[in-house]
């Protein structure tokens, strides 16, 4: 029989106790909630009131219900007003000596059968315990932020903590209506094993100025559909948190240098930039504790430039989601914060566009211009693959008219817009050439040398290239200032997101053009540099690599680490399921590139990966990845 837990504890108030206090109280569970002083209890008490008043404003919570919950909370300063409780969950900071010294207390104040838990996110369970008479009844219980919405509860049990303990608080987040997953103590357990390097990584690319913070976010949310980017979670998990867990993580972890903290955020905690809490981190909140962001000097402004020639310019400085519902090409442009002068250059008029290519993102790319109101010239190796990618697009588009998405004349005049030629020299007067050829740098320094001989002076030469530097196609023309990256992601008419790479070489004006064209296709832009992965290729890979690595040193399975990431971090796919979709070949690719570019250790395909690609197993398309797709 599970123990029947009546009253708990929660010690600390912060980001995380206050929601843990709600997430007992909700159940039905007694809280003793306690702080340090006063007006700690009272931020304390204030956190969860604001929280449950949200929760009741958003028809979540009827007020009946959110005046029961608190009065399930006894608010007190000090740990001796827990002499009663069944269990009591620890969450206050990072630092391995306070949790000590309050497990130690514990010990003293609480009952003799009472669990103590930690929320720690990366310290040792088993070091903290053994500052307690009873390290078998110590045990983790680590909520995700924020506690009341995140599903997942990652439950830590030390070589010491007892088999009946450990079912106690199963049973308990069963009851809590949480999913657990239980583990081992080890650094960072499962997610934050998983994230905190990709978080890291990100913070570096905003410190080097490779893109901006709206950016690095958008190209997240946008390109991999997480529910945040990485630096407003930074700022929800609370700067200084974040740099203990990656100290700890760091320290404990085998010293993966992808885990030594980003300099940037030492000097944030420092100066008080704590994130949401403090009001401000790498975004500036309404007030301390809200989640709304407001503008601050870094926010891009919107402001109307004068017409270039006749036709509608709209500049946009900063990130910005444009509006794509222009009859025309309209020329939109955007400058993101950090970057040179030179952006504030205007855009070119583009009309008539070049797609080079027959595969898959040249068709999804012809289409989302065509549907866009662009002239499209499409150019193949020969008729027949013209044929073909006529088709597809056709099917395509009617798809969209099945769906009520389009309509037959939409549809018709879409198509109407595209010429389809096998011969180059057609490119002869377009404003911008789109090249998706096949992923190899020869064939596409070939085709730039020959675009370069074709087009008219002043166009903007694009590659979709996804791993190759862009400088290497640029410099194969006598006109690298008018080569830039612009790597759509697949399906291009569905995905909202396009990086625009700008090489060291290309101009103001190049970039101004192409994200004034992203903009008019209605999608979001994201600038960078000209580096392995660009932003979200960059972030995502290294994470998945990771993840491989996990399962191989059989920390936990791909179910559990599937789970974790999807209920704790709110992942639309777990890593194993997104490796078999995206194909493990291509992962292990992309690795590669990232690891020769970089030359960061903790970049190394992992060797399991490198066995299945081997072994034939490239998931969801040879039938078998991680996991069988054969009866599914
Ligand atoms: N922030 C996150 O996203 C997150 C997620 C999961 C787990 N965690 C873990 O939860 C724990 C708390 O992190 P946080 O982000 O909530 O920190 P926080 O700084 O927001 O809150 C810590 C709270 O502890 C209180 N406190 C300090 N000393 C105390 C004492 N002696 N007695 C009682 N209260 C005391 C502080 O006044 C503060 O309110 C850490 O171990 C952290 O790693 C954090």
Same mark, same amino acid.
């Given at each position: 029989?599970?123990?029947?837990?009546?009253?708990?504890?929660?010690?600390?108030?912060?980001?995380?106790?206050?929601?843990?206090?709600?997430?007992?109280?909700?159940?039905?569970?007694?809280?003793?909630?306690?702080?340090?002083?006063?007006?700690?209890?009272?931020?304390?008490?204030?956190?969860?009131?604001?929280?449950?008043?949200?929760?009741?404003?958003?028809?979540?919570?009827?007020?009946?219900?959110?005046?029961?919950?608190?009065?399930?909370?006894?608010?007190?300063?000090?740990?001796?007003?827990?002499?009663?409780?069944?269990?009591?969950?620890?969450?206050?900071?990072?630092?391995?000596?306070?949790?000590?010294?309050?497990?130690?207390?514990?010990?003293?104040?609480?009952?003799?059968?009472?669990?103590?838990?930690?929320?720690?996110?990366?310290?040792?369970?088993?070091?903290?315990?053994?500052?307690?008479?009873?390290?078998?009844?110590?045990?983790?219980?680590?909520?995700?932020? !924020?506690?009341? @919405?995140?599903?997942?509860?990652?439950? &830590?049990?030390?070589? /010491?903590?007892? *088999? $009946?303990?450990?079912?106690? #608080?199963?049973?308990?987040?069963?009851?809590?209506?949480?999913?657990?997953?239980?583990?081992?103590?080890?650094?960072?357990?499962?997610?934050?094993?998983?994230?905190?390097?990709?978080?890291?990584?990100?913070?570096?690319?905003?410190?080097?100025?490779?893109?901006?913070?709206?950016?690095?976010?958008?190209?997240?949310?946008?390109?991999?559909?997480?529910?945040?980017?990485?630096?407003?979670?930074?700022?929800?998990?609370?700067?200084?948190?974040?740099?203990?867990?990656?100290?700890?993580?760091?320290?404990?972890?085998?010293?993966?240098?992808?885990?030594?903290?980003?300099?940037?955020?030492?000097?944030?905690?420092?100066?008080?930039?704590?994130?949401?809490?403090?009001?401000?981190?790498?975004?500036?909140?309404?007030?301390?504790?809200? !989640?709304?962001? @407001?503008?601050?000097?870094?926010?891009? &402004?919107?402001?109307? /430039?004068?017409? *270039? $020639?006749?036709?509608?310019? #709209?500049?946009?400085?900063?990130?910005?989601?444009?509006?794509?519902?222009?009859?025309?090409?309209?020329?939109?442009?955007?400058?993101?914060?950090?970057?040179?002068?030179?952006?504030?250059?205007?855009?070119?008029?583009?009309?008539?566009?070049?797609?080079?290519?027959?595969?898959?993102?040249?068709?999804?790319?012809?289409?989302?211009?065509?549907?866009?109101?662009?002239?499209?010239?499409?150019?193949?190796?020969?008729?027949?693959?013209?044929?073909?990618?006529?088709?597809?697009?056709?099917?395509?588009?009617?798809?969209?008219?099945?769906?009520?998405?389009?309509?037959?004349?939409?549809?018709?005049?879409?198509?109407?817009?595209?010429?389809?030629?096998?011969?180059?020299?057609?490119?002869?007067?377009?404003?911008?050439?789109?090249?998706?050829?096949?992923?190899?740098?020869?064939?596409?320094?070939?085709?730039?040398?020959?675009?370069?001989?074709?087009?008219?002076?002043? #166009?903007?030469?694009?590659?979709?290239?996804?791993?190759?530097?862009?400088?290497?196609?640029?410099?194969?023309?006598?006109?690298?200032?008018?080569?830039?990256?612009?790597?759509?992601?697949?399906?291009?008419?569905?995905?909202?997101?396009?990086?625009?790479?700008?090489?060291?070489?290309?101009?103001?004006?190049?970039?101004?053009?192409?994200?004034?064209?992203?903009?008019?296709?209605?999608?979001?832009?994201?600038?960078?540099?000209?580096?392995?992965?660009?932003?979200?290729?960059?972030?995502?890979?290294?994470?998945?690599?990771?993840?491989?690595?996990?399962?191989?040193?059989?920390?936990?399975?791909?179910?559990?680490?599937?789970?974790?990431?999807?209920?704790?971090?709110?992942?639309?796919?777990?890593?194993?399921?997104?490796?078999?979709?995206?194909?493990?070949?291509?992962?292990?690719?992309?690795?590669?590139?990232?690891?020769?570019?970089?030359?960061?250790?903790?970049?190394?395909?992992?060797?399991?990966?490198?066995?299945?690609?081997?072994?034939?197993?490239?998931?969801?398309?040879?039938?078998?990845?991680?996991?069988?797709?054969?009866?599914?």
């Amino acid at each position: 029989m599970a123990r029947e837990f009546t009253r708990v504890g929660v010690v600390g108030l912060g980001t995380m106790g206050a929601g843990i206090v709600e997430v007992f109280a909700r159940n039905g569970l007694d809280v003793t909630a306690v702080e340090i002083s006063e007006p700690a209890l009272e931020r304390g008490r204030a956190t969860l009131t604001g929280s449950t008043d949200r929760a009741v404003a958003k028809g979540k919570l009827a007020e009946a219900d959110r005046d029961a919950l608190m009065a399930r909370v006894d608010f007190r300063v000090g740990l001796d007003a827990l002499h009663e409780v069944d269990l009591v969950i620890e969450a206050v900071p990072e630092h391995l000596d306070l949790k000590q010294r309050i497990f130690a207390e514990l010990d003293r104040v609480c009952k003799p059968e009472t669990i103590l838990a930690t929320n720690t996110s990366s310290l040792s369970v088993t070091e903290i315990s053994v500052a307690t008479s009873r390290p078998n009844q110590v045990i983790g219980i680590h909520f995700f932020n !924020p506690a009341p @919405v995140m599903k997942l509860v990652e439950v &830590v049990r030390t070589v /010491v903590t007892s *088999a $009946d303990v450990v079912a106690d #608080v199963e049973g308990l987040c069963a009851r809590l209506g949480k999913v657990d997953v239980t583990i081992s103590d080890r650094a960072g357990f499962i997610a934050n094993a998983l994230l905190f390097g990709y978080l890291n990584h990100a913070v570096g690319m905003f410190e080097a100025r490779y893109a901006t913070r709206e950016d690095i976010d958008a190209a997240m949310k946008l390109g991999c559909g997480l529910p945040m980017g990485p630096l407003a979670l930074m700022d929800l998990i609370g700067l200084d948190t974040a740099y203990e867990i990656l100290d700890t993580m760091y320290r404990r972890g085998g010293r993966d240098r992808r885990h030594a903290p980003a300099p940037l955020l030492k000097q944030m905690v420092t100066a008080g930039l704590l994130g949401r809490k403090s009001g401000r981190g790498f975004y500036t909140y309404e007030r301390p504790g809200s !989640p709304k962001v @407001v503008p601050d000097e870094h926010t891009p &402004v919107a402001a109307d /430039v004068a017409p *270039a $020639d006749g036709a509608r310019v #709209v500049a946009k400085v900063g990130i910005g989601h444009a509006r794509s519902e222009l009859a025309s090409p309209a020329v939109v442009a955007k400058v993101g914060i950090g970057h040179a002068r030179s952006e504030l250059a205007s855009p070119a008029v583009v009309a008539k566009v070049g797609v080079v290519g027959s595969g898959t993102m040249a068709t999804g790319i012809i289409e989302v211009f065509a549907k866009a109101g662009y002239e499209v010239i499409s150019v193949t190796r020969g008729a027949e693959k013209s044929a073909a990618v006529c088709e597809a697009v056709k099917t395509s588009l009617n798809k969209g008219v099945v769906r009520g998405r389009l309509a037959e004349t939409d549809r018709d005049a879409a198509l109407g817009r595209v010429n389809w030629s096998a011969t180059l020299e057609h490119l002869a007067d377009v404003d911008l050439v789109v090249e998706a050829v096949v992923e190899e740098l020869s064939v596409k320094k070939a085709l730039f040398a020959s675009l370069d001989e074709i087009c008219k002076p002043g #166009v903007v030469l694009a590659t979709t290239t996804s791993s190759l530097p862009v400088i290497d196609v640029a410099m194969a023309t006598q006109r690298p200032a008018d080569v830039v990256g612009l790597h759509f992601f697949n399906p291009a008419p569905v995905m909202p997101l396009v990086e625009v790479v700008r090489t060291i070489r290309t101009s103001g004006e190049t970039s101004a053009t192409a994200r004034a064209v992203c903009a008019a296709l209605g999608k979001t832009a994201v600038v960078c540099g000209d580096r392995s992965g660009f932003i979200v290729n960059a972030l995502l890979f290294p994470y998945l690599n990771d993840a491989v690595r996990m399962l191989e040193a059989s920390y936990s399975t791909a179910d559990d680490i599937d789970h974790a990431m999807k209920l704790g971090c709110g992942y639309p796919m777990g890593p194993f399921e997104l490796l078999d979709v995206v194909g493990l070949d291509v992962a292990l690719a992309i690795q590669r590139e990232l690891y020769l570019e970089l030359r960061e250790p903790g970049f190394a395909p992992a060797p399991l990966l490198e066995h299945l690609v081997t072994a034939g197993y490239l998931g969801r398309k040879t039938g078998r990845g991680f996991r069988d797709h054969t009866n599914r």
